[in-house]
T-cell receptor, first 120, second 112 residues
Framework: GAGVSQSPSNKVTEKGKDVELRCDPI?????LYWYRQSLGQGLEFLIY????????KSGLPSDRFSAERTGGSVSTLTIQRTQQEDSAVYLC??????????????????FGAGSRLTVL | AQSVTQPDIHITVSEGASLELRCNYS??????LFWYVQSPGQGLQLLLK??????LVQGIKGFEAEFKRSQSSFNLRKPSVHWSDAAEYFC??????????FGKGTSLLVTP
């Protein structure tokens, strides 16, 4: 597609429920990122996918968080047994190359509009 | 630890006035540097980036940023602010590894 698409745009759930957030990256982009943006905070890195390589999960805050990327395209971020502190905007981004090659000048993240999660 | 600091949480400027948003980084080596803007309800949009070379970088929407190695800074500037510039601005940095590291953002309010 023309941009990075995320769904749902808004999700309200009860504490303890599982939620899934979806990201459709730009077609052809091999790199995909998830970030979390809490109120008054910066962007917290969660996970990074690059092609068929093992994902960098170093930013996931707990084992309740997981993510998949199927067929090198669509990604799903799953939060199990949600807690109130999980309330945030979850942002997905994609790029044409992994940022390790940033010196080429071509590796810039394009962000989706985000999924706002509210845990009651 | 590697970090990006935006000292100003909120800034208010009058329309037509000049703007400077501060960004400092703490890295062992000079990182790649970026400024992003986030309008309400929107995703982040890249304003400009610095990888190497000329320390004054031009971006979209009339923004520019200057890399100063001696001050570990990458401040964003605009000569004349428009009401549509009201948004959240994020500075970000990257060195080895893949995670783009963001500052906590500066919220810009533009008054008539």
């Amino acid at each position: 597609g023309a941009g990075v698409s995320q769904s749902p745009s808004n999700k309200v759930t009860e504490k303890g429920k599982d939620v899934e957030l979806r990201c459709d990256p730009i077609s052809g982009h091999t790199a995909l990122y998830w970030y979390r943006q809490s109120l008054g905070q910066g962007l917290e890195f969660l996970i990074y996918f690059q092609g068929n390589s093992a994902p960098d999960k170093s930013g996931l805050p707990s084992d309740r968080f997981s993510a998949e990327r199927t067929g090198g395209s669509v990604s799903t971020l799953t939060i199990q047994r949600t807690q109130q502190e999980d309330s945030a905007v979850y942002l997905c981004a994609s790029s044409s190359f992994g940022l390790a090659g940033a010196s080429s000048g071509a590796n810039v993240l394009t962000f989706g509009a985000g999924s706002r999660l509210t845990v009651l | 630890a590697q970090s990006v600091t935006q000292p100003d949480i909120h800034i208010t400027v009058s329309e037509g006035a000049s703007l400077e948003l501060r960004c400092n980084y703490s890295y062992g080596a000079t990182p790649y540097l970026f400024w992003y803007v986030q309008s309400p309800g929107q995703g982040l949009q890249l304003l400009l980036k610095y990888f190497s070379g000329d320390t004054l970088v031009q971006g979209i929407k009339g923004f520019e940023a200057e890399f100063k190695r001696s001050q570990s800074s990458f401040n964003l500037r605009k000569p004349s602010v428009h009401w549509s510039d009201a948004a959240e601005y994020f500075c970000a940095a990257l060195t080895s590894g893949y995670a783009l590291n963001f500052g906590k953002g500066t919220s810009l309010l533009v008054t008539p």
